[in-house]
């Protein structure tokens, strides 16, 4: 699965979390601030690599973004099909 994402200023750290239904966070992956420039960002996820084993259903992703002690969050609700 991947998805694309914008920086509009250079960021510390890029935080993805996934979390059920349910608000059981199920992963976590932090992004290097080598690689967040701004411009558009692809975040992708291998499930097989990952150790994850996600049934098909509702999760919701949520991005953070670190710029100076500064955290923005975008929260997306995600169906996942396999």
Do not use: C, N
Request: charged content about 20%; overall charge neutral; aromatic content about 18%.
């Amino acid at each position: 699965m991947a998805f694309y994402h914008t920086l509009t200023d250079p960021a510390d750290r890029v935080t993805l979390k996934i979390y059920t239904v349910a608000f059981r966070k199920i992963y976590e992956y932090s992004y290097d601030s080598q690689y967040l420039i701004p411009g558009q960002h692809l975040y992708s996820l291998d499930w097989g690599t990952s150790g994850l084993s996600i049934a098909d259903g509702f999760y919701y992703f949520v991005l953070e973004v670190d710029t100076g002690g500064t955290i923005t969050r975008s929260i997306l609700k995600v169906i996942l099909r396999k």
